[in-house]
């Protein structure tokens, strides 16, 4: 009996780390290279993971807020994927920083030219942005992601207060309090970055974190399988001891 309860207790341990760790790296998020700072510019990365074990990730298409549009969309060119890039007038201008804008980048479209997302691996997709808007607290970019056997990933679910997370998440970039000079400095300087140097030299401690969280989870996701794994089969011969002794 007793190593009965020992192998189920096992079981329901491993299958409870696996559980709990699968939500670290299942979503589609949007992270900021250093800090995205209110009324600053910010390199962002949109990193989206394959969830499928039978099919890549060859199309990521993620559309940026029109409440909130900004002045300059730059993104960083990423090998084996193309990048298309849609701007849309806006239904009623608006002055960002001084600057009335009439029409904004509203889609970024990133797809593959040849294997894509391959099952267990992630994809980071940087994009510089800005300027940020300093009335707002955080960002919403609806993604989809589309898989090579044709399935189609909505992530446009916006979190509700008060509930739990939805089953689809938009991705939302929480925007940092401005710096108390009146300047915000973003990933690297109060400037929109002007080349693909300045916006591959942020290196991220948030992504880093990101990173060894995920990495955490897998780790252990895999001590419970196999602590589930010992104790099944320490019950299982317990159980023939006993048999041969009666």
Known sequence: MKASRLAAAGAV????????????FA???????????????????????NEQDDASTTKLEVSFPTDHPLASVMPEP????????????????????????????????????GK??????????PVSMGALPEDADDLT??????????????????????????ANPAPVLTLAAAAE?????GSEAS???TDDASAAAATTTADAETDSSDTTARVL??????????????????????????
């Open 191 to 193: 400037e929109e970055p």
């Open 13 to 24: 341990a491993a299958s409870a780390v696996v559980v709990l760790s699968s939500p670290a």
């Open 116 to 125: 894509g997302i391959e099952p267990g691996y992630f994809e980071k997709f």
């Open 141 to 166: 970019f609806k993604a989809l992601q589309t898989y090579s056997n044709g399935d189609v990933v909505r992530w446009i679910e916006e979190q509700q207060e008060g509930q739990e997370e939805p």
């Open 27 to 49: 979503h589609v998020t949007v992270q900021p290279e250093g800090t995205a700072a209110k009324g600053g510019y910010a390199v962002v990365d949109f990193k989206v993971p």
């Open 221 to 246: 996701g895999i001590v419970g399988i196999v602590i589930g794994a010992v104790g099944v089969a320490y019950g299982v011969l317990a159980g023939r001891r006993r048999t041969d002794n009666a």
């Open 78 to 113: 990423v090998n084996g994927w193309d990048i298309k890039i849609t701007k849309s007038k806006l239904d009623k201008p608006v002055e960002s920083h001084g600057e009335k804008l009439s029409e904004a980048v509203t889609k970024i479209t990133w797809t593959a030219t």
């Open 181 to 185: 000079d009146g300047h915000s400095h």
